[in-house]
């Protein structure tokens, strides 16, 4: 259930600013986060994420960033057997 006072929508645009931001030369950002605040940051494309499920974006802090691909729990269970 949403907040009543915008914690959501509050949450999901910090997630954004996140996401937009470059990260440091020769790194990666990872963001683990819940379904609510996905689905506020990403809307109707992130509408049905699923436990597990990976998005990937790329951003080098010029623009908004740009999203690559989704990655499904499977797959990392595949890689673990691996």
């Given at each position: ?6 914690g ?22 990872f ?13 109707k494309e ?31 269970i595949e890689?673990?057997a691996?």
């Amino acid at each position: 259930m949403a907040n009543p006072a915008g914690g959501n929508a509050k949450a999901g645009l910090a997630l954004r600013e996140l996401l937009n931001a470059a990260p440091k030369a020769g790194t990666n950002t990872f963001i683990v986060t819940h379904k609510t605040n996905i689905a506020d940051a990403f809307g109707k494309e992130a509408g049905d994420v699923q436990e597990g499920e990976a998005f990937i974006y790329r951003s080098d802090g010029s623009a908004p960033s740009a999203f690559v691909t989704r990655v499904k729990a499977a797959f990392w269970i595949e890689q673990a057997a691996n």
